[in-house]
């Protein structure tokens, strides 16, 4: 069966975002001083081949684990979908 995973990798709260701060900032400049503490992370996206979907959540959490993310700096989230037949 397939399904599709929805990953989100952030930054670690604790860990200084750069690029979130930089956003962060030109927000003033635009006018939209009400959006502050930006955090900027990735969205991936992929499908996999199991079957199970219990099979396929462990499979997408170990190349999060492994590859996707980084632990020491990184969190992340993911959700299953089954893909609908065709």
């Known amino acids: 069966m397939k399904y599709t995973a929805e ?11 750069p690029q979130g ?6 927000m ?13 992370g990735k969205h991936i ?3 996999v081949e199991a079957a199970t979907k219990e099979i396929a959540t462990q499979k997408v959490d170990e190349a999060c684990r492994k590859l996707l993310a980084n632990p020491i700096m990184e969190s992340y989230e993911f959700e299953i979908l ?3 037949a065709v």
């Open 7 to 17: 990953i989100n990798v952030m930054p670690l709260k604790a860990i200084l975002d």
């Open 45 to 47: 996206s992929l499908e």
């Open 82 to 84: 089954e893909n609908a």
């Open 28 to 40: 003033k400049n635009l006018h939209l001083p009400e959006i502050h503490d930006v955090r900027i």
């Open 21 to 26: 701060k930089a956003v962060s900032g030109s």
